[in-house]
């Protein structure tokens, strides 16, 4: 198990699971309802208990891929059954696209967030800043890969840029095709880790999976990028184990990217800018209309880019109608539990009346 990553974190879930009649297994892979749960010693298809989707308050609940899950099962069947989900150390969580109010768990368990841009035209630092907020609020720690190193002529440009976007994040470029700077992904390989590839469709991500495996596990979109704009190659999440014991998942790319979380989930990739934010003249400052902003005075001073005040700007707003829709939501999950609540008052009430 330990080689799956089971660490102490998970030891203290173990009696529960034998006390219920339960194993622990990891989920490597998801295609619709079936999954494929590792119990260290192989893999085996395995679907949700018939009582989870009653159960679970919240698409959170469901199992991800890298997911412990406890489940029931013999040699002799054809499929396992997951009977629960234990704790996340972490979980990379995005707001499903044109739902209001619905997230989804790309992955969980995760260590490492490989960030993978293509230094194409789809490099583009907006769209890092969004992955970087999710992954620094999913608790795994953000790595940026600029792949297809080959075919750009301002590598070095690229990488400055990114690492003043934020700093301390570890910005690397490599190149899948020609192999160039691979050997950089190692240091973040570990035995018994987790490490992730998110990005958009078509930056590389399966192609540096099987790279890494040194297989074709996945598939690898083969025409030139240009004639298939957004047309996803990979559609399902999967957890490959390397030689070393290391572990990565691959996961389809993401047309849209949107932001799952409290308003304050930015202030680790926007850190210059809060810490202005703090001499604002008014506490709730949005600042974006504001007498006394002190962020505009430092976006005019030249000691914040334009470019990311408007992405943080637009990220907060995100966020702003991202809660006030949760919020209206559970105010109406309040009134329609209240009514359910009154009609079962009134009917005890009348039952009591009767002699
Ligand atoms: N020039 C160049 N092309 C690359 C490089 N890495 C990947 N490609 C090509 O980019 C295309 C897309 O690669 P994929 O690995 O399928 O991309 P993906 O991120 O897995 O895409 P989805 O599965 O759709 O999310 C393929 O045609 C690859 O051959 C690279 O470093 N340089
Ligand atoms: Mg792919
Ligand atoms: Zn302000």
């Known amino acids: 198990m330990t080689k799956l990553g089971w660490d102490e974190f998970f030891d203290a879930y173990r009696a529960g699971l034998t006390e219920r009649g339960l194993m622990p297994g990891r989920v490597i892979c998801q295609m619709k309802k079936l999954y494929w749960v590792h119990n260290g010693e192989k893999a085996w298809r395995a679907v949700l208990a018939g009582n989870f989707f009653q159960k679970a308050a919240s698409e959170l609940e469901l199992p991800a891929v890298g997911d412990w899950v406890g489940v029931r099962g013999s040699e002799t069947d054809d499929q396992w059954m997951i009977r629960e989900v234990l704790p996340r150390k972490t979980q990379f969580v995005r707001k499903v696209v044109m739902e209001n109010t619905r997230p989804q768990v790309i992955a969980a368990n995760i260590d490492t967030a490989f960030i993978v841009n293509g230094l194409d035209r789809d490099y583009n630092p907006r769209r890092i800043e969004r992955y970087l907020a999710l992954t620094f609020e999913s608790g795994a720690r953000p790595v940026v890969i600029l792949n297809k190193s080959d075919i750009c002529d301002c590598v070095d440009a690229r990488i400055q840029e990114v690492e003043s976007l934020v700093p301390g994040v570890e910005v690397i470029a490599v190149s899948a095709g020609t192999n160039q700077g691979i050997d950089q992904l190692d240091r973040f390989l570990e035995p018994g880790k987790t490490a992730a590839f998110l990005g958009s469709s078509g930056v590389g991500k399966s192609t540096l999976v099987n790279l890494l495996m040194e297989q074709d596990l996945m598939d690898v979109r083969e025409v030139r990028e240009n004639d298939q704009r957004g047309r996803h190659t990979t559609t399902h999440r999967e957890l490959f184990i390397l030689e070393s014991g ?91 539990q209240a009514r359910i609540l009154s009609k079962e008052i009134k009917r005890v009430y009348k039952n009591r009346k009767k002699p």
């Open 246 to 336: 290391a572990m990565i998942v691959d996961t389809p790319g993401l047309r849209e990217l949107q932001l799952w979380g409290g308003e304050d989930m930015l202030g680790d990739v926007f850190r210059d800018i809060e810490a202005h934010a703090s001499s604002c003249r008014f506490s709730d400052c949005s600042h974006d209309q504001e007498p006394g902003c002190a962020v505009k005075a430092a976006v005019e001073d030249g000691k914040i880019q334009t470019s990311q005040y408007e992405s943080y700007l637009k990220l907060k707003k995100e966020l702003k109608y991202l809660d006030a829709r949760q919020n209206e939501f559970s105010r109406r999950e309040t009134r329609r």
